[in-house]
């Protein structure tokens, strides 16, 4: 897999593969109709290295590729209205040849909802939002395997209490770096002021940040739906 970068120029009439990183300032109109900027940042190559990389074993010795980042089955397991009716979007793409005739659907326990649909359990939404933003570097051969959670949808909804402890609920942070002690605990049930998650996500400093890369702002409506997970859970035993 090779990464490429194409910046444009000021004029917004060519763009230019670039991969070693920059700023540009940026504007737009959001959808409440307010205008919001920053200073976006362009990754690196080693940037994208971190995120897209996947620890193998080959031949007995372990190697590094580099695989793409994207929507799974589990996020496009629902209905879209097509011009000929309502189909689930999977079933369709079997049919029309998008997808392998073999291709199993994910099951409904193992589908993703929309992490805004407020009909929805605020657990299951929760699972959803870090599933499709956090997953792809905390899971196994991954770059945050060395973190416990493992944010990836199948694995949140484990039962016997393994789901939690995979979305951090009470489990300590294991490297401080300086930050304040009272963010040793990853999740700290109705805590957000405890809850080291919490705390980065809701920064754009690049020391701390979640996700690394990727985001130059708040994620707003992300963070008000974990801080409402965080203050539905019951407390540490």
Known sequence: MDFADYVWNSEQTEAFFDLTGSFTPISWRDENNVIKSTNYR?????????????????????????????????????????????????????????????????????TAVDYRDISKPIALRARSYVDINCAHCHQNDRHCDYRPMRFAFNETGLPSGVGNTNMGVCVDTQDMQGFAPELSKIVTPRDITQSMMYYRLNTTDETYRMPLHGRTILHEEGLALIEEWINSLDGCQ
């Open 42 to 110: 362009i990754p690196s190559e080693a940037q994208c290295v971190i995120c897209h990389k996947k620890k193998e074993l080959v031949n007995g010795n372990e190697q590094t590729t580099y695989i793409p980042i994207g929507i799974k089955p589990q996020n496009l397991n629902f209905n879209y209205p097509y011009s000929t009716g309502a189909r689930n979007q999977l079933t369709r793409w079997i049919q029309i040849g998008y997808l392998n005739s073999n291709f199993s659907l994910p099951s409904p326990e193992n």
